[in-house]
């Protein structure tokens, strides 16, 4: 190994993707001579250099549909990445280097079986007797046979691969090199795992940190756990999973009432009242009546204790309407009204950029029953579930039968507290509580919407948890941004060495 890579291993391996450029790397230097058991380079003036198409031949394989398969386990069946099945009969009658010649073009794999059956998505390799097969192998690894496969039409070409050029060794050589290979795969295997053991113990150690604060008993407890965590900010918070562990504690600290301090003079009660007044002017008596229902309803045990100024609520008592978009898929034009599903919400904004478009006259007959305007909330209720979305714009739009519509008070501003908590834990918490459907769709019935339980502050308190809230995050995306331009710099750092080890 060169010892520009042994002094930089643990750089080359820590960087985003870098145990598997580690790989490349160790295959590279392999195949060009620059690995052997005995130093750092073999002599190379007895390598044969050529290309690939004066050494190897790629040969077509034979179509074997997945029903004529016997799957008895004589003979692998391959595709054109790896093995898809087995048969009893076999159209390559020695070990081959199986590529990718559709799908996945470009892709290698080897079969040290003594034969198998290569299907026509992909080509078959039997290497000359002067190439050890594992040698072929790894040389095939890295000639980037992928890359060639990604044009217009994706596809491996022969004629493509034929003109690379490869330098060949003596055979004796080829077999040190594949056990020089294969003790540096297994360095890799082993740093690979050691990551994964530490991000496991770090991922416990951030879960547990958090767990403390949003279980903490009192106020002392609370203090005591924020400073333990304080103490080992910069040592926690290394990685994107551990940043957005952070944000959900930190929702899930607002919705609790532990990040800004409760006043005496405030009340909940006072918010219900202003919606409840609001409600009665906008619904019809038989809608009211349901709708009062609904909102007097506790639906199940509230799964933690607030301060003396809150109340739990259902989500019916904070809104005028509960209602989804159409359930008819209706007919699509180039020139039109905006018309929004699922894909179209990021939980942050309503994008108008890739939806589809529907007649006007459809818009208005859909809008009869469902208007979403600025202030109301949309929620992802078919596929994906939650991600709750304030609607932020005046453009005009209908709604799919995948998006639920909060219809929210207009004379009391609730959408930014409301979104908080339907984007917290306790929120998520819910939607699987009363998620329906099979292992493939999950959805939220829209009758079962009314069910979530909201804890409410007075509005002075919601608006000032809100903008906690709201800075808290900021400090996060910045946090998450540093991280990235270290990652960046990181990769750049061990791609300069790669490419300063192969030159």
């Given at each position: 190994?060169?010892a520009l890579?042994?002094k930089?291993i643990?750089?080359?391996?820590?960087?985003?993707g870098?145990?598997?450029?580690?790989?490349?790397?160790?295959?590279?230097?392999?195949v060009?001579?620059?690995?052997?058991?005995?130093?750092d380079?073999?002599?190379k003036?007895?390598?044969?250099r050529?290309?690939?198409?004066?050494?190897f031949?790629?040969?077509y394989?034979?179509?074997l549909?997945?029903p004529?398969?016997s799957g008895t386990?004589?003979f692998?069946?391959?595709g054109?990445?790896?093995v898809?099945g087995s048969h009893n009969?076999?159209?390559?009658?020695?070990?081959?280097?199986?590529v990718?010649?559709?799908?996945?073009?470009?892709a290698?794999?080897i079969c040290?079986?003594e034969?198998?059956?290569?299907?026509?998505?992909a080509?078959?390799?039997v290497?000359?007797?002067?190439?050890?097969?594992r040698f072929?192998?790894?040389?095939?690894q890295?000639?980037g046979?992928d890359e060639?496969?990604k044009?217009?039409?994706?596809g491996?070409?022969r004629?493509?691969?034929y003109?690379?050029?490869?330098s060949i060794?003596?055979?004796?050589?080829?077999h040190?090199i594949?056990a020089k290979?294969?003790?540096?795969m297994?360095?890799?295997?082993r740093?690979?795992a050691e990551?994964?053991?530490?991000e496991?113990a770090?991922?416990?150690?951030?879960?547990a940190?958090?767990?403390?604060?949003?279980?903490?008993?009192?106020a002392a407890?609370?203090?005591a756990?924020?400073?333990?965590?304080?103490?080992?900010f910069?040592t926690?918070?290394?990685?994107?999973?551990s940043?957005?562990?952070l944000?959900?504690?930190?929702?899930?600290?607002?919705?609790k009432?532990r990040?800004?301090?409760?006043?005496?003079?405030?009340?909940?009660q006072?918010?219900?009242e202003l919606?409840?007044?609001e409600?009665?002017?906008?619904?019809?008596q038989?809608?009211?009546?349901k709708?009062n229902?609904?909102?007097n309803?506790?639906?199940w045990?509230?799964p933690f204790?607030?301060?003396?100024?809150?109340c739990?609520?259902?989500l019916?008592a904070?809104?005028l309407?509960?209602?989804d978009?159409t359930?008819?898929t209706p007919?699509y034009?180039?020139q039109?009204v905006?018309?929004?599903?699922?894909k179209?919400l990021?939980g942050?904004?309503?994008?108008f950029?890739?939806?589809r478009l529907i007649?006007?006259a459809?818009?208005?007959?859909i809008?009869?029953?469902c208007n979403?305007e600025?202030?109301?909330?949309?929620l992802?209720?078919?596929g994906?579930?939650?991600?709750?979305?304030?609607?932020?714009?005046?453009?005009?739009?209908?709604?799919?039968?995948?998006v639920?519509?909060?219809k929210?008070?207009?004379?009391?501003?609730?959408s930014?507290?409301?979104?908080?908590?339907?984007?917290?834990p306790?929120?998520?918490q819910?939607?699987q509580?009363?998620?329906?459907?099979g292992?493939h769709?999950?959805?939220?019935n829209?009758?079962?919407?009314p069910?979530?339980?909201i804890?409410?502050?007075p509005l002075?308190?919601?608006r000032?948890?809100v903008?906690?809230?709201?800075?808290?995050?900021t400090?996060?995306d910045?946090?998450s941004l540093?991280?990235?331009?270290?990652?960046?710099h990181?990769?750049r750092?061990?791609s300069?060495?790669?490419d300063?080890a192969?030159?």
């Amino acid at each position: 190994m060169t010892a520009l890579v042994t002094k930089h291993i643990e750089l080359l391996s820590g960087a985003p993707g870098g145990v598997d450029k580690l790989r490349m790397l160790f295959r590279q230097l392999a195949v060009t001579g620059q690995i052997s058991n005995d130093g750092d380079s073999s002599a190379k003036s007895d390598w044969r250099r050529t290309t690939f198409g004066q050494v190897f031949s790629l040969e077509y394989g034979d179509n074997l549909p997945a029903p004529k398969r016997s799957g008895t386990g004589e003979f692998p069946v391959y595709g054109s990445n790896g093995v898809v099945g087995s048969h009893n009969e076999c159209c390559v009658s020695a070990p081959c280097i199986v590529v990718g010649r559709k799908g996945s073009a470009g892709a290698v794999n080897i079969c040290e079986h003594e034969g198998c059956w290569v299907t026509d998505v992909a080509y078959s390799c039997v290497p000359p007797d002067d190439v050890a097969l594992r040698f072929a192998f790894v040389l095939f690894q890295t000639l980037g046979l992928d890359e060639l496969g990604k044009g217009i039409k994706p596809g491996l070409s022969r004629s493509e691969a034929y003109a690379l050029p490869v330098s060949i060794p003596p055979l004796a050589e080829q077999h040190r090199i594949v056990a020089k290979v294969d003790e540096l795969m297994a360095l890799c295997d082993r740093l690979e795992a050691e990551q994964a053991d530490a991000e496991a113990a770090h991922a416990k150690l951030v879960e547990a940190l958090l767990a403390s604060l949003t279980q903490a008993r009192d106020a002392a407890d609370f203090r005591a756990s924020w400073q333990q965590l304080a103490e080992h900010f910069h040592t926690l918070f290394t990685t994107e999973a551990s940043v957005e562990a952070l944000k959900a504690c930190i929702r899930e600290l607002g919705v609790k009432g532990r990040l800004v301090e409760q006043l005496p003079d405030e009340a909940s009660q006072v918010v219900l009242e202003l919606v409840a007044a609001e409600r009665v002017a906008a619904l019809s008596q038989t809608k009211l009546t349901k709708h009062n229902e609904q909102a007097n309803t506790v639906h199940w045990a509230c799964p933690f204790s607030l301060p003396r100024t809150w109340c739990w609520v259902s989500l019916s008592a904070l809104t005028l309407q509960i209602t989804d978009g159409t359930h008819h898929t209706p007919t699509y034009v180039e020139q039109g009204v905006p018309f929004i599903s699922v894909k179209d919400l990021d939980g942050r904004t309503v994008s108008f950029a890739d939806c589809r478009l529907i007649p006007e006259a459809e818009h208005r007959e859909i809008n009869t029953r469902c208007n979403p305007e600025r202030g109301d909330i949309l929620l992802c209720r078919i596929g994906t579930l939650g991600r709750p979305t304030v609607v932020d714009t005046d453009q005009r739009f209908s709604l799919f039968v995948s998006v639920g519509l909060l219809k929210l008070p207009k004379r009391v501003d609730l959408s930014a507290y409301l979104h908080l908590v339907l984007s917290s834990p306790l929120g998520y918490q819910q939607y699987q509580r009363i998620k329906a459907g099979g292992s493939h769709t999950n959805k939220l019935n829209l009758g079962d919407l009314p069910k979530i339980m909201i804890p409410v502050p007075p509005l002075e308190e919601q608006r000032r948890i809100v903008a906690k809230v709201d800075e808290l995050l900021t400090l996060c995306d910045q946090l998450s941004l540093g991280l990235n331009r270290v990652g960046q710099h990181h990769e750049r750092l061990a791609s300069l060495l790669v490419d300063q080890a192969v030159a």
